[in-house]
């Protein structure tokens, strides 16, 4: 399935408008020591958000998978930007009471929703001008 997304920016500060297909737009911005007026996410932070909330949907969808149950699922994604790449990405989760027993089930354990998210990510990029 194709997915479309479109930034789009007018002379001014450093923000743009960006729409997701077919029904969400979001305004993102950079800091106003960075030329932008803060008042919207900067796009290392929706990087940032993509990972999070992707890996965060691959643990709901395996811990079902699974048959087993959660009461709540909470994942931090910390990321150390140094220029212009993140030097070092971290992913903390949280899993409240996912086998109440203290088994830690395989199938969490070998890290299937990692690679779900990662999975995600390896693509090839290809460029072009219109």
């Known amino acids: 399935m194709e997915r479309e997304v479109s930034a ?15 029904d969400f737009e ?12 803060g008042k919207g996410p900067q796009p290392t932070d929706l ?9 965060t949907l691959a643990l709901v969808y ?3 998978k699974l048959g087993l149950t959660a009461d709540g699922i909470d994942v931090k994604v910390t990321g ?5 790449r993140f030097s070092d990405l ?18 969490l354990r070998r890290g299937g929703p990692f ?3 990662a999975t995600t990510l390896s693509c090839r990029c290809r460029r072009g001008s219109r």
């Open 8 to 22: 789009s920016w007018m002379p001014g500060p450093l923000q743009c408008d960006v729409s997701i297909q077919p």
């Open 26 to 37: 979001i305004l993102v911005d950079e800091p106003v020591s960075a030329g932008g007026t």
């Open 47 to 55: 990087l940032l958000a993509s990972l999070a909330s992707c890996y």
């Open 62 to 64: 395996s811990v079902n």
């Open 80 to 84: 150390t930007y140094d220029g212009p």
């Open 90 to 107: 971290r992913i903390a989760v949280r899993l409240v009471g996912v086998d109440p027993d203290g088994r830690r089930h395989r199938g």
């Open 115 to 117: 690679l779900s998210a």
